[in-house]
């Protein structure tokens, strides 16, 4: 689907992004596509936050969208076509897993497709997750690439569970995050972090980007 803007973006000014939260971000970003090695070099510039609304959803990478069941959201690069999922995780039972309501893996586009395992690495300090009981079928949820952002697990409308966090100042739920990279040195730039969300009941999709320098 080809964007299509319904109106004008709106920039948020600093201090919008905490550092904390856009340096989650990077990692997030960085760790998608380089060594961990890299990681400490990582040095942010100014950064900012500007929110744009689409009728329909961008589709910034159509050949790196996983088709895995319960997909809560996942995260694109512009390295390479493997992308990191987050996703519902069941019991044999098919009900959620009341311990690991949300399973996090690699879906390895770039080769065959195939299913990887994070890393202790990328799970502690790139792409993990964790969740807090809240009450039945409800969890806090905690990710380590937006630690500044806490989301909820719950059910919605239809009774199916749904993810929802901030973005522009209200719960939507997050469809995707795309970190685009600047591969051109010994350590890539991140140029920017769009992330697409939808709001339950609401038409159209907003992008918030975090653009830095």
Known sequence: MTPFPTSPSSISPCPAPTRRRVLGLAAAAIATATP??????????????EFSTFAELPVVRPDAVPKDEGVLFYVQQSINANVIVYALHRTPAGTLDPTRPVDVFWR???????????SFFERMFAFGVACDA?????WAVRLVSLPGREGRLEPGPDGAPRLLMEVDHRPMRPVYVYADVADDGFIPTLRHVDLFAVADGAKGYVRERVVFG
């Open 36 to 49: 961990a090695a890299a990681l400490p070099s990582i040095v942010l510039p100014r950064m900012r936050s």
């Open 108 to 118: 390895r586009f770039a080769t065959k497709g195939h299913r990887r395992e994070l």
């Open 134 to 138: 809240e009450g039945p079928g409800r």
